[in-house]
């Protein structure tokens, strides 16, 4: 049940674009994207439910595709600050169960 | 807004004492509260889910008797390890989330434990 995230880790140089990959095997009710810096706690990015959505959030963007299961996160011309592990945390209900499934995360290193 | 803290922020105790870990919801209530454990470089591993005022469900794996969970007001949630052992040494993270929140959870700072 738990998601599959793709690519594992990414090297990109500053201004590069790269596009993180969340996929479930059971039809999804939401998807959290959330980012971690090394020793510190996940930050919210965005959230995307049920119905096909995609959002934005500065250069940063996702989407999410009730057919096939997935979302993708788009990060265009990346910045330094950009750097750290994504994950993408999956819910399978809605309502009171806020139970998320999270992915393994995919590591990003953006270089100067 | 949508902040929340945990203490103590590192802890190092010895074998076989408890240890207890806060986390509050600075500026929203919480309904709803998860714990989880981290390890480097590995993912969220969801420990268990505390609603206000009612017993803590555990995810399967997880001893309660070792991992209290005491959800006791809308804006705290405290986490016991009992009997800790070097193995508990982990990356404790809370998170929180607010009825009509749209399901987003706000995570703490995380309290890393070392047990010796």
């Known amino acids: 049940q738990q998601p599959v995230q793709s690519p594992q880790a990414v090297i990109l140089r500053e201004g590069e674009d790269a596009v993180i990959n969340c996929s479930s095997s059971?039809?999804?009710?939401?998807v959290h994207w959330y980012r971690q810096k090394h020793g510190e706690a996940p930050v919210f990015l965005m959230i995307l439910l049920k119905g096909g959505e995609q959002k934005g959030h500065e250069k940063i963007s996702a989407s999410f595709n009730e057919k096939k299961q997935q979302s993708s996160l788009y990060l265009t011309a990346s910045q330094l600050s950009y750097s750290g592990t994504y994950f993408c945390g999956t819910g399978y209900n809605a309502g009171n169960n806020r139970k998320l499934i999270w992915g393994l995360g995919t590591s990003l290193a953006v270089n100067p | 807004g949508a902040v929340v803290s945990q203490h103590p922020s590192r802890v190092i105790c010895k074998s076989g004492t408890s240890v207890k870990i806060e986390c509050r919801s600075l500026?929203?209530?919480?309904?709803?509260m998860f714990w989880y454990r981290q390890f480097p470089k590995k993912s969220l591993m969801l420990m268990a889910t505390s609603n206000e005022g009612s017993k803590a469900t555990y995810e399967q794996g997880v001893e309660k008797d070792k991992f209290l969970i005491n959800h006791a007001s809308l804006t705290l949630s405290t986490l016991t390890v009992t009997s800790a052992h070097p193995e508990d040494s982990s990356f404790y993270i809370c998170?929180?989330?607010?009825?009509?929140?749209?399901?987003?959870?706000?995570f703490g700072p995380g309290t890393r434990l070392l047990v010796l």
């Open positions: 059971k039809a999804l009710y939401s």
């Open positions: 998170s929180a989330a607010t009825l009509g929140g749209g399901e987003t959870q706000y």
């Open positions: 500026d929203f209530q919480a309904t709803t």
